[in-house]
């Protein structure tokens, strides 16, 4: 980008100035910005000409002053050069402190992305941040860096040169080379976003380049499992203890509404007896730290009580003896063969159960609904609603039979 870059000296005068002779400084000026610096020299106003940022004078001693100020003069384009070479950022001060040999720090994208994932592999260890979140940023981490060698044929760069158009090279470079959808490429872009947005925090940058970008999304279909779906995984008969154990807890997320991380850690003592004298489940969510509480329905309290004697539950206060996240997969796809539900099962699509078929479908209001999943936007919980082509049926039934009479 070309930048406009000017010098001039002026004698600067101080407030309480009368008479006698003023410090020279040198203006600094890039792009409109300006920076001063002293000259380290003083000069009578009457032998100053202004227009030429010289002494007045013929004589000798006025020679080697009028030099001495151009030196300081040629140094500062030099810096400026020296700049441009490097394809370094002007500005005022990136130009003073290259003439002063000072550097300026500087501070690149690669190095805020792995501070924030080595700050936030310390949180996770504490429980304030998933894992999975951790592997999304370190994920962005691998892709902003093949990103720079494909774009830039450079391993890192100066985050202060992350403008509109290196956001729209990405974007274009996780569409294409990394094949991501636009759900996909939008995340990883959110999650630079918040990168950038901690830079600014910390003052290594002074203007946010995401501003007035717009962020793309597309609605996707969620799949969540019908009132028969979950009848047929409910009353399957499993030859094998692990199938069945894996089947009674992804049956309580989808009778609970909740995660996989949530049901691993959920105590014998979160399960107490609320204000209508049932069962009710209390506890905090893992990934937003908000407060749940869920009456607990027949079919969840009978799984809790097939499992209350269990070894495992005993010796370590849980409610549930759950299985690694990876091998609950790996069952849960056996099951749905096994059950002829042909969809993928997972927590997530337990979770859409909840929000669905359990609750929403049977007239329980949304507002219920959200507080019972943990959700700190009702939004969050609306996008369960748009799905339910069979609730809006059920809601139009009535007024299906007013305009029956009227058009008969």
């Known amino acids: ?131 999975g979140t951790l592997k999304r940023f370190e994920v962005l981490e691998r892709h902003v860096k093949d990103y720079l060698l494909f774009k830039y044929q450079k391993t890192d760069l100066n985050i202060r040169n992350v403008d509109h158009d290196f956001i729209d090279g990405f974007d274009f470079y996780l569409h294409t080379s990394k094949d991501n959808g636009t759900n996909t490429a939008s995340k990883h872009l959110k999650n630079l976003g918040k990168i950038v947005r901690i830079c600014m925090k910390n003052k290594w940058i002074n203007s946010d380049p995401f501003f ?46 909740l995660s996989y991380a949530d049901v691993q850690k959920l105590k014998l003592s979160d399960i107490r007896i609320g204000n209508d004298g049932e069962k009710w489940l209390f506890g905090y ?33 849980r409610a549930l003896p759950v299985s690694s996240n990876q091998k609950m997969n790996e069952y849960l796809a056996e099951i749905a063969v096994l059950s002829n539900v042909p969809k993928v099962l997972g927590n997530r699509i337990a979770k ?29 919980t609306q996008l369960y609603a748009k799905m339910l082509d069979e609730k809006v049926g059920k809601d139009m039934a009535p007024l299906m039979e007013q305009f029956i009479n009227v058009a008969s």
């Open 1 to 131: 980008m070309k930048t406009t870059f000017s010098l001039l000296f002026y004698l600067k005068k101080p407030k309480d100035y009368t008479t006698g002779a003023a410090p020279i400084y040198l203006r600094i000026t890039v792009d409109g910005k300006r920076a001063e610096l002293s000259a380290g020299r003083e000069c009578e106003p009457e032998l100053w000409n202004s227009k030429t940022g010289h002494m007045r004078g013929i004589k000798e001693e006025t020679k080697i002053f009028n030099a001495y100020l151009d030196k300081i003069k040629a140094g500062l384009n030099a810096a400026y050069t020296s700049l441009c070479l490097q394809d370094e950022e002007i500005t005022t001060e990136n130009v003073k402190c290259k003439y002063l040999g000072k550097a300026e720090k500087s501070h690149t994208i690669c190095e805020a992305i792995k501070i924030h994932n080595k700050n936030m592999e310390a949180l996770v260890g504490k429980e304030d941040y998933a894992e």
């Open 212 to 257: 007035g970008y717009k962020l793309k999304s597309k609605l996707v279909h969620r799949e969540y499992l019908t009132k028969e779906e979950l009848q047929c995984i409910a009353n399957k008969i499993f030859t094998t203890a692990r199938l069945s154990q894996v089947r009674d807890f992804f049956l309580f997320s989808c009778y609970t509404g």
């Open 285 to 317: 969510r893992k990934k937003t730290g908000t407060r749940v509480a869920v009456p607990l329905l027949p079919v969840a309290r009978d799984i809790l009580d097939r499992y209350k004697d269990h070894p495992f539950c005993i010796n370590h206060d």
């Open 352 to 380: 859409r159960t909840f929000a669905t078929t359990v609750t929403l479908l049977n007239g329980v209001p949304i507002e219920s609904v959200s507080k019972m999943m943990g959700h700190t936007n009702i939004r969050t």
